[in-house]
């Protein structure tokens, strides 16, 4: 498993925490990690182009996963923006590099922030807005990178970071209490995800790699309502609506997609880089003057489908 990101994905070491899920449920899947602050998609191309980069030899050897994590506004903007633009060329071009080697694309859906961005209070006032906005941007990368007659996949993170605000909507509970359940999946800039974001996150990953239930999966003690994370995970999902997975066909392994009644190679090259820097700045605005640069366990029966999405191929 290959992930792409920022400090989305680095700060809370999304990579280890989806690889030790595979291995809680009987898998035995590697890691590898390339993350910059604020890193976007192109700057991801320009690695990969870059002679004796991580990022080009990463893309040198086989990969069954390449997970893709976008710069935290971008995908957002309006239609025709540049930043949009350049990104969504850029997210077709990872796209096409993960099938040279082998490996299938899953866009890593992310959240909105707590309170909506204070750099672009128009676009984003406030979490449901950005979150439906974020959400709308990585299903357009889904639909170009698919273009070519191939299938990328989409993890909806941020749908389950907003099933968690709806039930406390639901419950009478204002979602922004301090150390709510919401609340408490942000780190305290109301941006980046804490432990417990992270391990939302990852859920969610497992989920749309695997199709299987991540509920009764280990977790780590300091989450103590992690039976309640995974059954969010599980129903945004498993309930399938509005996203294509890759468990709903049986052609790349053969089986019914219904089955389911070692060490970590981590590379990350920026581990000592945790600094904020995918908060926003000034320069962060919508407009084309501005850029974006900061930018219960598996049944038996599923085991099988667990290890073969290891071997999965691009499906024409």
């Known amino acids: ?177 301090v150390g709510g359940p919401f609340h408490s999946l942000y780190i305290e800039d109301g941006s980046h995800p804490s432990e417990r974001g992270t391990y939302l996150t990852a859920l969610v990953i497992y989920t749309s790699v695997t199709g299987l239930s991540p509920v009764g999966l280990p977790a780590p003690a300091s989450i103590t309502d992690a039976a309640y994370l995974q059954s969010v995970a599980a129903e945004v999902v498993l309930s399938g609506e509005g996203v294509d997975y890759p468990w709903e066909t049986d052609e790349d392994t053969g089986g019914d997609s219904e089955a389911d009644d070692t060490e970590t190679t981590d590379t990350d090259v920026t581990d000592t880089e945790t600094t904020d820097t995918d908060a926003p700045s000034d320069s962060e605005t919508p407009t084309d003057s501005g850029g974006c640069g900061c930018a219960q366990a598996p049944a038996p029966a599923g085991l099988w489908m667990l290890l073969a999405v290891f071997g999965l191929r691009r499906r024409a």
């Open 1 to 177: 498993m290959l992930f792409l990101g920022n400090s989305y994905t680095f700060m809370g070491n999304l990579d280890e925490v989806t690889l030790a899920l595979f291995i809680a449920a009987g898998g035995e899947p590697t890691s590898e990690r390339l993350a910059q602050p604020g890193m976007r998609f192109i700057e991801h191309v320009a690695e990969i182009e870059r002679d004796g980069s991580a990022w080009q030899l990463a893309f040198q050897s086989p990969q069954d996963w390449v997970f893709l994590q976008e710069q935290s506004q971008i995908p957002g903007f309006p239609d025709g923006q540049s930043d949009l633009v350049q990104s969504q060329a850029a997210a077709v071009s990872l796209d096409s590099s993960a099938t040279a080697i082998g490996a299938q694309t899953m866009f890593v859906m992310t959240w909105g922030r707590r309170e909506g961005d204070s750099q672009n209070p128009e676009l984003y006032p406030d979490f449901l807005t950005m979150q439906a906005e974020l959400a709308e941007g990585y299903s357009a990368y889904v639909e170009l990178a698919s273009a070519d007659g191939t299938q990328a996949w989409l993890a909806p993170a941020g749908l389950a970071w907003q099933r968690v605000y709806q039930d406390q909507l639901d419950a009478g509970a204002d979602p922004l209490t």
